[in-house]
């Protein structure tokens, strides 16, 4: 396994548009975060999940933002109609439930540059 | 969910200890607190987590006070690729704040 991965790096986009990101987690991992980081400022929680089950969600996360995690193993983050406040870099992690309060590993992120 | 204060940037000389300090006064009784540091623009790597008392792994040694209201990340020998922004928190479900740029100088 070679841990959390994320798809794409790099993503461009005209303000307006949809974009998708994806995230697989380390196998076995059932939980699985999203935060977003700008420039200078450290991750923002977004959303996690517990298997297919989205628990908790941010008051950052809004209309606009939904994530999913339909088989409990992938997940995609959706931003609709993205503005150039969404640039930023869209973090990815997970972590195994079933051995308490363990540590969480991060993807290496996709940056989101609207234009 | 316990916030952390940190330091906003460090300095340290190669070879040397870098003690990190982190201020979790809110943290509660089943609250653990875990260290990341990140590269720019990589994503968090993680350094060590404990609950009360003092760890140590092959990366780094925690030290968590008796009342547990802050603690102390240290680099016993640190290299200049340990430059980084150092990031204590005490859930995944908060912001990590802005956490501590630490530099280290030849």
């Known amino acids: 396994d070679t841990g959390v991965s994320q798809d794409p790096r790099h993503k461009i986009t005209k303000r307006g548009q949809n974009v998708t990101f994806r995230c697989d987690p380390i196998?076995?991992?059932?939980?699985l975060y999203w935060y977003r980081q700008t420039l200078g400022q450290g991750p923002e929680f977004l959303t996690y999940?517990?298997?297919?089950?989205?628990?908790?969600k941010s008051r950052l996360l809004s209309d606009r933002f939904s994530a999913e995690r339909p088989k409990g193993s992938f997940s995609t983050l959706e931003i609709q109609r993205t503005e150039q406040g969404d640039s930023a870099m869209y973090l990815c992690?997970?972590?195994?439930?079933?051995?308490?309060?363990?540590?969480?590993?991060f993807g290496q992120g996709t940056r989101l540059t609207v234009v | 969910d316990a916030k952390t204060t940190q330091p906003t940037s460090m300095d340290c000389a190669e070879g040397r200890a870098a003690n990190l300090p982190c201020n979790h006064s809110t943290i509660s009784g089943n609250e653990y607190v875990y260290w990341y540091r990140q590269i720019h623009s990589q994503g968090p790597q993680y350094i060590i987590h404990g609950l009360k008392n003092n760890e140590t792994n092959e990366m780094a040694s925690l030290i968590i006070t008796e009342d547990r209201k802050s603690s102390t990340l240290i680099l016993p020998h640190a290299t200049l690729r340990d430059t980084a922004v150092y990031y204590c928190?005490?859930?995944?479900?908060?912001?990590f704040g802005k956490g501590t740029l630490l530099t280290v100088n030849p």
């Open positions: 992690a997970s972590s195994y439930l079933a051995v308490p309060n363990t540590e969480a590993f």
């Open positions: 928190i005490a859930s995944f479900k908060l912001t």
């Open positions: 999940f517990q298997n297919e089950a989205q628990l908790e």
């Open positions: 196998s076995e991992h059932n939980r």
